[in-house]
């Protein structure tokens, strides 16, 4: 058989070397700008590529891929968020306390200003005010009027006590004379930081006459009594107040039907003004009862004005003063002595009466109760009691830091006879533990934010 003549040539290997390119246009060098963002030609090449062509790593960069770029961005938003989030962890616990609505009608004993733990004590609490008004005068009177004020009694003669009867009379440097209307005693010559010091007291005085000549102003007085005695310069008076309120001669005055008008209208205003006062007056830890409360009140007193000197000559100024008191009892103390009546098995546990003021508070009818003598009270209480069990908020608030929920469920189950129920929030959403910063938990009891 005839050989090929190529037989015996070992073929070339084949290699990229000697891989025949095919012919490409003359490459034409042309300056070009560098640009930043070199984006693919929309355009065709402006050569020929054969069919078979080769591609090589070093021919284009490579490129990543855009979902992991996204990814990571999105795994540092999430560290971002938790981490914050985690800087702003916070609990809401409400906790219900156990309560019980009772009915009560029972008697109780109190005892005046008593120290004794177990005794129910009473206090008597008492205020004074006076209201005017001034209303038109119609009428014509003839008014016989003695001006009154208020002057003080010095007494530099001895250390004893000198006593003034009622009617003493005390002179102006002008003639002018007042007497007193009670009688004083004075006390004598006192010690003060090592020096003397007269004794002084108070007493209210009227002139001798009816007349607007006896309204004067600040003066001094001298005992007429003592004129002509060692005392006579040595006990002495001057003025607290300055003298008003004299008059003689007709006058325009309120008629009576005005008079009975203004009256109840002064007596209404002024025991809705006492009853401010002494509510204002009561400590926190004391209850007072409005059926406890005894107002006394003056007759509405008229002042004249006088016509020559007022803008308003025709007017008059109705007075009106009264005092009130009250009977206050210790909170605390009432409620010991409530809940004994009502659950005399419960000895330990901490009550309070949410309702205690509402109560209807009364005194025997057969009772002979005086506010100002009596030191024994009997009285009783009636209504339904709203009962509420007490727990240390600022004890359990501590025992709760820092503890998951299902353990601080744990724990305020050992509270089991005093709350009822209890629901706990944790912020964020996945934080499942109370914090350990006490200004980041909220205890709130709910019967005490209604």
């Given at each position: 058989m005839k050989k090929s003549i190529v037989q015996d040539v070992i073929p070339p290997r084949r290699t990229i070397?000697?891989?025949?390119?095919?012919?490409?246009?003359?490459?034409?060098?042309?300056?070009?700008?560098?640009?930043?963002?070199?984006?693919?030609?929309?355009?065709?090449?402006?050569?020929?590529?054969?069919?078979?062509?080769?591609?090589?790593?070093?021919?284009?960069?490579?490129?990543?891929s855009k979902k992991t770029f996204y990814f990571a961005i999105g795994v540092l938003i999430l560290a971002v968020v938790f981490g914050v989030s985690a800087f702003f962890k916070s609990a809401e616990i409400k906790i219900t306390p156990?309560?019980?609505?009772?009915?009560?009608?029972?008697?109780?004993?109190?005892?005046?200003?008593?120290?004794?733990?177990?005794?129910?004590?009473?206090?008597?609490?008492?205020?004074?005010?006076?209201?005017?008004?001034?209303?038109?005068?119609?009428?014509?009177?003839?008014?016989?009027k003695k001006a009154t004020g208020k002057i003080i009694v010095y007494n530099n003669f001895s250390t004893e006590t000198q006593r003034l009867i009622a009617t003493t009379r005390f002179e102006t440097p002008e003639g002018l004379i007042f007497r007193a209307i009670d009688a004083v005693n004075v006390p004598g010559i006192q010690q003060k930081n090592g020096k003397p010091v007269a004794g002084s007291a108070e007493?209210?005085?009227?002139?001798?006459?009816?007349?607007?000549?006896?309204?004067?102003?600040?003066?001094?007085?001298?005992?007429?009594?003592?004129?002509?005695?060692?005392?006579?310069?040595?006990?002495?008076?001057?003025?607290?107040?300055?003298?008003?309120?004299?008059?003689?001669?007709?006058?325009?005055?309120?008629?009576?039907?005005?008079?009975?008008?203004?009256?109840?209208?002064?007596?209404?205003?002024?025991?809705?003004?006492?009853?401010?006062?002494?509510?204002?007056?009561?400590p926190e830890n004391y209850v007072l009862y409005e059926e406890s409360i005894q107002h006394k009140l003056e007759p509405t007193a008229q002042v004249y004005i006088n016509s020559n000197n007022s803008a308003e000559p025709n007017s008059a100024i109705l007075r009106k003063k009264g005092s009130i008191s009250a009977i206050i009892f210790d909170k605390g103390t009432l409620t010991r002595m409530i809940v004994s009546k009502t659950l005399p098995d419960l000895t330990d546990d901490l009550i309070k009466i949410v309702n205690l003021d509402s109560l209807v508070f009364s005194i025997p009818a057969e009772s002979t109760f005086d506010q100002n003598t009596s030191t024994v009270l009997n009285f009783s209480l009636k209504g339904e009691v709203n009962l509420v069990w007490v727990f240390d908020e600022n004890k359990l608030e501590t025992e709760l830091l820092g503890l998951s929920k299902r353990d601080a469920v744990t724990v305020i189950s050992s509270y089991e006879n005093i709350i009822k129920e209890a629901n706990i929030k944790t912020r964020p959403f996945w934080n499942t533990k109370i914090p350990n910063d006490p200004g980041k938990v909220a205890l709130i009891n709910t019967l005490e934010s209604q």
């Amino acid at each position: 058989m005839k050989k090929s003549i190529v037989q015996d040539v070992i073929p070339p290997r084949r290699t990229i070397r000697n891989v025949e390119l095919p012919n490409r246009p003359k490459h034409i060098e042309r300056p070009v700008q560098p640009v930043i963002d070199i984006k693919k030609a929309d355009s065709e090449p402006d050569f020929e590529v054969s069919d078979k062509t080769y591609r090589y790593e070093y021919d284009e960069p490579v490129k990543h891929s855009k979902k992991t770029f996204y990814f990571a961005i999105g795994v540092l938003i999430l560290a971002v968020v938790f981490g914050v989030s985690a800087f702003f962890k916070s609990a809401e616990i409400k906790i219900t306390p156990r309560s019980q609505i009772l009915h009560l009608d029972e008697l109780f004993k109190a005892n005046k200003d008593t120290s004794a733990p177990n005794d129910l004590g009473f206090q008597i609490v008492t205020t004074s005010k006076d209201i005017e008004k001034t209303v038109s005068a119609t009428d014509e009177q003839n008014v016989q009027k003695k001006a009154t004020g208020k002057i003080i009694v010095y007494n530099n003669f001895s250390t004893e006590t000198q006593r003034l009867i009622a009617t003493t009379r005390f002179e102006t440097p002008e003639g002018l004379i007042f007497r007193a209307i009670d009688a004083v005693n004075v006390p004598g010559i006192q010690q003060k930081n090592g020096k003397p010091v007269a004794g002084s007291a108070e007493v209210t005085v009227e002139a001798d006459k009816p007349g607007g000549e006896y309204n004067i102003g600040m003066k001094d007085f001298t005992v007429v009594g003592f004129k002509g005695t060692t005392k006579y310069s040595k006990i002495y008076a001057r003025s607290k107040t300055e003298m008003t309120g004299g008059f003689s001669g007709v006058q325009k005055v309120v008629s009576s039907t005005d008079l009975a008008k203004f009256d109840s209208e002064l007596t209404q205003e002024l025991k809705d003004a006492l009853s401010r006062d002494i509510i204002s007056q009561i400590p926190e830890n004391y209850v007072l009862y409005e059926e406890s409360i005894q107002h006394k009140l003056e007759p509405t007193a008229q002042v004249y004005i006088n016509s020559n000197n007022s803008a308003e000559p025709n007017s008059a100024i109705l007075r009106k003063k009264g005092s009130i008191s009250a009977i206050i009892f210790d909170k605390g103390t009432l409620t010991r002595m409530i809940v004994s009546k009502t659950l005399p098995d419960l000895t330990d546990d901490l009550i309070k009466i949410v309702n205690l003021d509402s109560l209807v508070f009364s005194i025997p009818a057969e009772s002979t109760f005086d506010q100002n003598t009596s030191t024994v009270l009997n009285f009783s209480l009636k209504g339904e009691v709203n009962l509420v069990w007490v727990f240390d908020e600022n004890k359990l608030e501590t025992e709760l830091l820092g503890l998951s929920k299902r353990d601080a469920v744990t724990v305020i189950s050992s509270y089991e006879n005093i709350i009822k129920e209890a629901n706990i929030k944790t912020r964020p959403f996945w934080n499942t533990k109370i914090p350990n910063d006490p200004g980041k938990v909220a205890l709130i009891n709910t019967l005490e934010s209604q």
